[in-house]
């Protein structure tokens, strides 16, 4: 199993992006999704959580600026970032709680590689 994160770059403050993680391999249902971001002396924050159901949770630095959102169909989550600020610069981590076995139904962690968002002032 394996997340593959997508979708970072340079952007202009005030303009847009949207990252994308992608879960692929062998599961059986993924439960909650989550977007962490980490910026250079910093911890590390959860920016936004979704769960299965489509229940979602923000950070209050972004919330009204950051959606996010999941396609169960594709086990994808995006990360829609508008009115971006300098300070949402970091490397933006995705990780979710997957069910492998129906019949063990214990939820394992997993997390993709990071994708760089840069905004520019």
């Known amino acids: 199993v394996q997340l593959q994160a997508s979708g970072g770059g340079l952007v202009q403050a005030g303009g847009s992006l949207r990252v994308s993680c992608a879960v692929s391999g062998s599961v059986d249902s993924v439960a909650s999704m989550n977007w962490y971001r980490q910026s250079p002396g910093k911890q590390r924050e959860l920016v936004a959580s979704?769960?299965?159901?489509?229940?979602?949770n923000y950070a209050d630095s972004v919330k009204g600026r950051f959606t996010i959102s999941r396609d169960n169909a594709k086990n994808t989550m995006y990360l829609q970032m508008n009115s971006l600020k300098p300070e949402d610069t970091a490397v933006y981590s995705c990780?979710?709680?997957?069910?492998?076995?129906?019949?063990?139904?214990?939820?394992?962690?997993?997390w993709g590689q990071g994708t760089l968002v840069t905004v520019s002032s």
């Open positions: 990780n979710a709680k997957i069910q492998l076995s129906h019949f063990t139904r214990k939820l394992y962690d997993y």
């Open positions: 979704i769960s299965s159901g489509g229940t979602t």
